[in-house]
């Protein structure tokens, strides 16, 4: 009996799964690729991860700003809370998420012409930064000198 009433109840959330799209005209996502979609209420999370970002301008650290990919309209599945320098991957999909994915969520360009260098848990990173991808308790260090610094 306790089986028939888990079915039943499963079935009643796909079928209401199933109105919902119907009515808005859209089906509801969990995987995408290209921009960092915004979180959809009611549908779990694939993955939760932290990655903690510093930026280092002319040898002073910078402080992040807090709520970056937050909104009153979307919370992108990669975000800041607070001025930590944690980034949240808290995403319905499951690809991987990268330091440019950060920086286009943020508004800011991943410029490189004033790059110094990046480390990753302490090691030098190579290739390009935009595509390090982030993982759970990374420590990401990008240091840029401007131009009239020498």
């Not at 970056?68 to 992108?76: D, P």
Request: aromatic share 4%; proline share 7%.
């Amino acid at each position: 009996m306790h089986k028939d009433k888990l079915f039943l109840s499963i079935v009643a959330v796909a079928i209401v799964l199933v109105a919902l799209a119907g009515i808005t005209g859209k089906k509801p996502r969990v995987a995408e690729t290209g921009p960092v979609p915004c979180l959809l209420p009611n549908i779990p999370l694939a993955q939760h991860l932290h990655a903690m970002l510093q930026i280092v301008i002319n040898g002073v650290p910078a402080t992040l700003p807090k709520d970056i990919g937050i909104s009153a309209s979307c919370e992108h599945a990669l975000h800041t809370h607070d001025t930590t320098g944690t980034l949240h991957v808290e995403a319905q999909d499951t690809r991987a998420y990268t330091l440019g994915d950060f920086f286009e969520v943020w508004g800011k360009p991943l410029v490189t012409a004033n790059f110094v260098s990046i480390t990753v848990n302490g090691r030098p990173a190579t290739g390009d930064p935009k595509k390090l991808v982030l993982e759970d308790k990374q420590q990401i260090v990008v240091s840029y000198k401007t131009p009239d610094k020498k």
